[in-house]
Structures are given as structure tokens and as C-alpha cells.
């Protein structure tokens, strides 16, 4: 049998039983029985990060590599309709598991990622040029589509986010 130490009392010689007697609860069951909650251990036990306790890593999001590589399209075709299958494909993954793994890790659906992107290219784009010209730049095909797109993110126009910045 092993020896069974707590702390830095050692409560047992070699070659002696364990003294298990001494941590045995006191029950109104006849019997002697292990003693509940007590494991015979050999040296203290650290439960802070200590020996035998691994820690969880998150798991399920994209690699670095595949993060870098979906940004980057993403942020080179922002005015083109991108297709999930298109970022699956760069990240190796199916478009399932691409879709969970890409919001796991950017806490956003890559849809929802694309436009917001697009927003925020719209928002440093209207400072000096025109809401037609930046709707276009950004992949709207309509001025109007834009405005409800911009006003639906931001809670204000277009025009009034420009009056903003002046």
C-alpha cells in the first residue's frame, strides 16, 4: 500500500500500515470502511496550477495563420460580395465549421464581420468624399441601400455621422 501523507507529517514508517484510523469520520454504520473524502496521498497537493491539475485552453476558434489569412481577403475584396465557401476554402475548413470556428474567435458571423468592416471603411471614407462615392467604394450598388446599411449600424445617417467629424 502506498504511503499516505498530508502536509509534512508523515503518518506511516516503511513497511507500517497506514494510519487511516485517525482521518476515519465517525458513522453510526457498523464496519470499518475508507474514510470519506480521503485519498491516500504520497507529499502535499497543490490545487492552484499545481501538479496533475492541466489547465483548459480555448478551443474551436481559427488558427493564427487562418485569422490572418480570412482578415487579409476580407480586407482586400471589402467592396465585393464574399461567399462563405471562399473564406471556408482559405481556412481549409467546410463552411460549418468555418462559420462556429470564425465567430468563436471574432465573437461576430462573417457576414456580419464583412459589413461591419465596410462600415467602418465608410466612416474614415466620409470626411472628404461624397456619400455616392463612398457607397460604391464600399460595395453598395445604391446610395440608398447604403444610408439604411449606415444608419442601421451607427443609429445616424450618413450626413449627420459627416457633420459629426467637422
Not at 14 to 41: C, I, N, T, W
Not at 129 to 156: C, K, N, Q, W
Request: hydrophobic fraction near 35%; include cysteine.
Amino acid at each position: 500500500m502506498p504511503c499516505c501523507s498530508t502536509g509534512g507529517d508523515h503518518l506511516c514508517r516503511s513497511g507500517d500500515k497506514p494510519r487511516v484510523e485517525e482521518f476515519q469520520l465517525k458513522s453510526k454504520s457498523p464496519g470499518s470502511g475508507a474514510p470519506l473524502g480521503v485519498l491516500p496521498v504520497h507529499g502535499p497537493v497543490s490545487l492552484d496550477g499545481g501538479v496533475g491539475i492541466q489547465r483548459q485552453t480555448a478551443r474551436g476558434g481559427l488558427a493564427g495563420w487562418q485569422r490572418r489569412r480570412v482578415l487579409e481577403y476580407i480586407e482586400e475584396h471589402l467592396s465585393e460580395t464574399i461567399s462563405l465557401s471562399t473564406l471556408s476554402a482559405l481556412a481549409q475548413l467546410s463552411p460549418y465549421h468555418f462559420a462556429r470556428a470564425f465567430k468563436k474567435t471574432l465573437g461576430l458571423p462573417p457576414h456580419r464581420f464583412h459589413m461591419n468592416r465596410r462600415i467602418e471603411r465608410a466612416k474614415v471614407l466620409l470626411a472628404d468624399r461624397p456619400v455616392t462615392d463612398i457607397a460604391l467604394a464600399v460595395g453598395y450598388a445604391e446610395t440608398s441601400s447604403f444610408s439604411s446599411g449606415f444608419r442601421r449600424a451607427t443609429g445616424m445617417s450618413p450626413t449627420e455621422f459627416r457633420r459629426t467629424l467637422a
